[in-house]
């Protein structure tokens, strides 16, 4: 157990829809990166947040969004989705955003139908 | 722009047996960081070692090891004593000393390990 939590473990929601996951980092850890899992796309890195500021954007599309809150926690909005969006959602933490190590949370399992 | 090439899809090996996994990159940068990453069927990442780029010596962690060789970017794994619970997905990353912090993903091998 990584100390990373993201709930829901599984969505299976409909095209056009809007979805919100959402990651609670390990204790203590400032920073929080999302990633996403496809098959065709691989591993990919989305966005980061530090201390409740965007730290870096990836490959994230206009329909994503993101945020961190005080209790830095972090939600990645997803809207109007698409067949291609069905991924595997990652969230992980470090402690300050520089630090090498970065955990990884069980990840969210999205399917668009 | 970095990028890093898993070139082996599949690799199998035999229970206490020795493997290797291979990974390149490419980079223009002289200080970063590379890791190997391990997704079992739980879809978990889990990180197996890191190294970083200006430590000569490369890293070890029980039974896996890396042979760094910055020269010819080339990082790979050896896992010895497979046990069959080595069976996963095994990524190679990068993660820039500058700019950010983004890990860049190979896109893995999966490793088969038979008793």
């Known amino acids: 157990d990584s100390g990373v939590t993201q709930t829901p473990k599984h969505l299976i929601t409909a095209t056009g829809q809007r979805v919100t996951l959402r990651c609670s980092p390990r204790?203590?850890?400032?920073?929080v990166y999302w990633y996403q899992q496809s098959l065709d796309q691989g591993l990919q890195f989305l966005i980061q947040?530090?201390?409740?500021?965007?730290?870096a954007k990836g490959n994230i599309l206009e329909r994503f969004s993101a945020q961190q809150f005080p209790d830095l926690h972090s939600e990645l909005n997803l809207s109007s989705l698409e067949l291609g969006d069905s991924a595997l959602y990652f969230c992980?933490?470090?402690?300050?955003?520089?630090?090498?190590?970065?955990?990884f949370g069980p990840g969210t399992r999205l399917t668009v139908t | 722009a970095q990028t890093v090439t898993q070139s082996q899809p599949e690799m199998s090996v035999q229970e206490a047996e020795t493997v290797t996994l291979s990974c390149t990159y490419d980079?223009?940068?002289?200080?970063?960081?590379l890791f190997w990453y391990k997704q079992p069927p739980s879809r978990q990442m889990i990180l197996v070692i890191r190294?970083?780029?200006?430590?000569?010596q490369n890293a070890t962690e029980n039974r896996f090891s890396v042979n760094f060789q910055k020269a010819a970017k080339s990082f790979s794994l050896k896992i010895s004593d497979s046990q069959l619970g080595d069976a996963a997905m095994y990524f190679c990353?990068?993660?820039?000393?500058?700019?950010?912090?983004?890990?860049?993903f190979g896109t893995g091998t999966r490793l088969q390990v038979f008793p």
């Open positions: 190294q970083e780029a200006y430590k000569q």
């Open positions: 990353a990068y993660r820039s000393e500058y700019n950010t912090d983004k890990l860049i």
């Open positions: 992980a933490s470090s402690v300050d955003g520089r630090s090498y190590e970065q955990y």
């Open positions: 980079t223009s940068e002289s200080d970063y960081y």
């Open positions: 204790s203590g850890d400032l920073s």
């Open positions: 947040y530090y201390n409740g500021e965007e730290r």
